[in-house]
């Protein structure tokens, strides 16, 4: 199963509202990203966790927090967004650096609209 | 602080002809990407090159790694429609987890 999933697919939110992104992915590994993708740009990383542990956060701002409850799953609970937020947030899950099977998965993204 | 470029970032080209693909970045890196992502879609993983002088093959496309150079590139051989999407370069910092994605190549293959 190389398979990343997450849900929803598709989120509208307003700028005071919770809501909260999930990733799951069970190939057993260890380290697991969060990225925000505008239209026709690059993914741009936004936090690592390696074996649960927060290891990269790319000075994200504070009204995005992310979660590992434990080593399959990923979070990102969002409060108090704006518009310029909304993007593409896709999940990727890889094994350890250095090898032929260091290559991130990316799951099929959240498409998410803030008004 | 770690760049990535791409060039071209648009690719138009007819079918049946070979085109290159480069991804220059600009300070070491012990690992270079290669994706390919479909309009709406996720990234898909094409190539992963660890190490200098490594080339992949898959198909039509065939990647190159030059660390000394700070240089990938990514081949395309008598291209099909079907290889029309976005391809993305993304490098690693390193030693650690933090990878950074080029600013991607639009490919369109007219029939």
């Known amino acids: 199963d190389t398979e990343v999933t997450q849900t929803p697919k598709h989120l509208v939110m307003g700028m005071t509202n919770k809501k909260s992104l999930k990733c799951e992915q069970h190939m057993g590994h260890r380290a697991m990203y969060w990225y925000k993708q505008k239209a026709k740009k690059p993914p741009e990383l936004m936090f690592v966790?390696?074996?649960?542990?927060?290891?990269i956060n790319e000075s994200v701002p504070s009204r995005f927090s992310p979660e590992c409850p434990n080593s399959s799953l990923l979070n990102l609970h969002l409060h108090a967004l704006q518009p310029e937020d909304s993007a593409l947030y896709l999940c990727?899950?890889?094994?350890?650096?250095?090898?032929?099977?260091?290559?991130?998965?990316f799951g099929p993204g959240t498409r998410l609209t803030v008004l | 602080e770690l760049k990535v470029e791409q060039n071209p970032l648009f690719l138009s080209m007819q079918e049946g002809k070979n085109y290159t693909i480069y991804c220059n970045y600009s300070t070491t890196s012990d690992r270079l990407y290669w994706y390919r992502q479909d309009p709406g879609k996720s990234l898909e993983s094409l190539f992963v090159?660890?190490?200098?002088?490594a080339v992949k093959q898959e198909g039509r496309l065939m990647a190159s790694l030059d660390t000394k150079a700070r240089l990938s590139t990514l081949h395309i051989t008598a291209a099909v429609h079907d290889l029309s999407a976005t391809y993305f370069c993304?490098?690693?910092?390193?030693?650690?987890?933090?990878?950074?994605f080029g600013t991607g190549t639009r490919l369109k293959v007219l029939a």
């Open positions: 993304a490098v690693a910092t390193s030693g650690t987890y933090k990878y950074i």
């Open positions: 966790y390696s074996y649960e542990k927060l290891s």
């Open positions: 090159l660890l190490s200098n002088g």
């Open positions: 990727a899950s890889s094994q350890v650096q250095g090898t032929d099977t260091d290559t991130q998965y």
